[in-house]
């Protein structure tokens, strides 16, 4: 593949060394820390030290990696195309499978509520394991849920699990009962989900599609509920642009330069003060020439992300 090569514009942030040498699938940072974990195409997983700049190690998995996300500050969890849920440890460079999928496994969370890793699959499943079990599979699953269709994206709060498949599909879910969804919905959206993710708050989830839109739920479904405010949160698309969005208003608060390629993931660190940025080619277009893959690291300034006062009408004298 031949990649253009031109410079990020001065105001994209700080640009991590060691990228990845090809597509970048999900990044994360830590609950505590600036680590930022990142999955990619080129069947790697990577533990970067923001603060430092530095590259803490990686892992070398069969396929692609598809997703990762943390355990602690130096472990974490992965899965990819190679159709296994491995658990990583990076101080000590330990390894383990601890199960597998019949296909690609397209994503991973862990909840810290039950202690359990959740993963979901092309193969129209999401299975529930336990990291503390002893080694193999039929110790370390705690239990399989089909799905209408492929599992393009998870997300949790609480104990509560959003599953968004394909064909628009939306489960949700109370780890603590999986036999079945507590509601199942369809997107809002006209067009086929791309991300799902739930408010820090726990009251609903935002879901995104491929043409660009994204969609405010909430889980509770009285009109009073509906009536909430939404917050501040960000997007990142195939043109290159991250907004920042007002939720509440429905209006875009602010709109970072242009980034050298595809924006293919977003991560706000524990404080809010930071957002990794991973500028790599989506392939929305096919095979084409296209800019390296970059992780970029910007600090957030207030004006950026408060949302604005409502301008009232003055009364009548």
Known sequence: MIKNMSLPPPSAGRELAN???DGISNLRFSNTSDHLLVSSWDKRVRLYDVSTNSLKGEFLHGGAVLDCCFHDDSSGFSVGSDNKVRRIVFNVGKEDVLGMHEKPVRCVEYSYAAGQVITGSWDKTVKCWDPRGASG??????GTYL???RV???SLVGNRLVV?????HVNIYD???MSQPEQRRESSLKYQTRCVRSYPNGTGYALSSVEGRVAMEFFDLSEAAQAKNYGTFATGGCDGFVNIWDGNNKKRLYQYSKYPSSIAALSFS???QLLAVASSYTFEEGEKSHEPEAIFVRNVNEIEVKPKPKAYPNPAA
Do not use: F, H, I, K
């Open 19 to 21: 990228p990845p040498s």
């Open 270 to 272: 524990r404080d809010g």
């Open 175 to 177: 780890l603590r009962n």
């Open 152 to 154: 393009y994206s998870l």
């Open 164 to 168: 968004a498949t394909a064909g628009r």
């Open 137 to 142: 599979p039929e110790r370390t699953q705690v």
């Open 147 to 149: 799905q209408p269709e």
